[in-house]
């Protein structure tokens, strides 16, 4: 899309020069497809441009994972194969050893369902300030309990757990000009058990729910709920609960008003799916490693009741 209202392109990562009638440009994917009045009631004046950056798209140390704001879609669905291959960094295989919550990488990020030239340009950062309940990237960094740092135009630096970052359907917790630094995966979760469910309406439709559960070698259990609702939500128990508990606690944390509701999915379907993908979660981080989950209870198809006209 032609951005006609845009004066100036800036080449900066310090948001001191940020000001009324700029956004961040990272990617672009999602900037350029909306135009330039579509974040804001001004059209955009500027863009400041990270593109040249120079930030390390992923480093790996002890203490986890760190993926800069602009670490693109095709760069981190290729860190699963570097970390395997002996002629990647050498000491990244070291570190990443035992680390379960890799396997959560390449199915996030194949719900993007896109073309390699949007992997390409596509941007870990700019999916989470993007702030879609689909947005896989959500899904992947508050699944994992990361922790986004955040850049302020007055040169102060906070950091806020990516659960709390997202707070509604395109809305989040940066205040204008901020900008996101970075997200670092612990290895405290990256170490854990994991478990990924996602549906939709089409084989290559948005997500309409995407769960990821962990279970961590003291018995704890977190499960997160992405894509379903308008912000992720999170649910942790000190020990793996039985289904009725489960079920009980997602009624409890997520009200009929917090499930999304668009084309691609109706609140009372994606409630139901995310029951069901939750008690399979519940399942089979309940069961020896490798063994086939039994899933109690009958459960239906992913279909919808056609919505009115």
Same mark, same amino acid.
């Given at each position: 899309?032609?951005?006609?209202?845009?004066?100036?392109?800036?080449?900066?990562?310090?948001?001191?020069?940020?000001? /009324?009638?700029?956004?961040?440009?990272?990617?672009?994917?999602?900037?350029?497809?909306?135009?330039?009045?579509?974040?804001?009631?001004?059209?955009? =004046?500027?863009?400041?441009?990270?593109?040249?950056?120079?930030?390390?798209?992923?480093?790996?140390?002890?203490?986890?994972?760190?993926?800069?704001?602009?670490?693109?879609?095709?760069?981190?669905?290729?860190?699963?194969?570097?970390?395997?291959?002996?002629?990647?960094?050498?000491?990244?295989?070291?570190?990443?050893?035992?680390?379960?919550?890799? /396997?959560?990488? =390449?199915?996030?990020?194949?719900?993007?369902?896109?073309?390699?030239?949007?992997? *390409?340009?596509?941007?870990?950062?700019?999916?989470?300030?993007?702030?879609?309940?689909?947005?896989?990237?959500?899904?992947?960094?508050?699944?994992?309990?990361?922790?986004?740092?955040?850049?302020?135009?007055? #040169?102060?630096?906070?950091?806020?757990?990516?659960?709390?970052?997202?707070?509604?359907?395109?809305? *989040?917790?940066?205040?204008?000009?901020?900008?996101? =630094?970075?997200?670092?995966?612990?290895?405290?979760?990256?170490?854990?058990?994991?478990?990924?469910?996602?549906?939709?309406?089409? *084989?290559? #439709?948005?997500?309409?729910?995407?769960?990821?559960?962990?279970? /961590?070698? !003291?018995?704890?259990?977190?499960?997160?709920?992405?894509?379903?609702?308008?912000?992720?939500?999170?649910?942790?128990?000190?020990?793996?609960?039985?289904?009725?508990?489960?079920?009980?606690?997602?009624?409890?944390?997520?009200?009929?008003?917090?499930?999304?509701?668009?084309?691609? #999915?109706?609140?009372?379907?994606?409630?139901?799916?995310?029951?069901?993908?939750?008690?399979?979660?519940?399942?089979?981080?309940?069961?020896?490693?490798?063994?086939?989950?039994?899933?109690? !209870?009958?459960?239906?198809?992913?279909?919808?009741?056609?919505?009115?006209?």
């Amino acid at each position: 899309m032609d951005m006609n209202t845009i004066e100036a392109v800036v080449r900066t990562t310090d948001p001191a020069d940020w000001r /009324d009638g700029d956004a961040w440009l990272a990617g672009g994917t999602v900037l350029f497809s909306y135009g330039s009045t579509a974040f804001g009631p001004e059209p955009l =004046r500027r863009l400041l441009d990270l593109g040249s950056a120079g930030w390390q798209p992923v480093t790996v140390t002890a203490d986890g994972i760190e993926l800069a704001a602009t670490c693109t879609v095709a760069e981190l669905y290729a860190l699963p194969g570097k970390l395997a291959d002996e002629s990647g960094p050498a000491d990244w295989a070291v570190k990443a050893q035992g680390w379960s919550g890799l /396997d959560l990488v =390449r199915p996030c990020c194949d719900s993007f369902v896109a073309s390699f030239k949007v992997w *390409n340009m596509s941007t870990v950062g700019g999916n989470l300030c993007t702030s879609l309940p689909a947005g896989p990237m959500i899904s992947l960094c508050a699944g994992l309990d990361g922790t986004a740092t955040i850049l302020s135009p007055g #040169g102060a630096r906070r950091e806020l757990p990516v659960a709390d970052l997202i707070t509604g359907d395109g809305q *989040n917790a940066l205040a204008p000009g901020e900008l996101l =630094r970075s997200v670092s995966l612990p290895a405290s979760a990256l170490s854990d058990r994991v478990a990924f469910r996602r549906l939709s309406l089409s *084989n290559l #439709g948005r997500s309409g729910a995407l769960l990821i559960g962990r279970l /961590d070698g !003291g018995g704890r259990f977190a499960l997160t709920v992405t894509a379903a609702t308008k912000r992720p939500v999170q649910l942790r128990f000190e020990s793996l609960p039985d289904a009725p508990e489960l079920a009980g606690e997602l009624e409890a944390a997520i009200p009929a008003a917090l499930y999304h509701d668009d084309i691609h #999915g109706l609140p009372e379907w994606r409630r139901d799916m995310t029951h069901r993908l939750a008690e399979e979660i519940r399942a089979e981080l309940g069961s020896p490693a490798g063994a086939p989950a039994a899933v109690s !209870g009958d459960f239906w198809p992913p279909q919808q009741t056609t919505r009115g006209a």
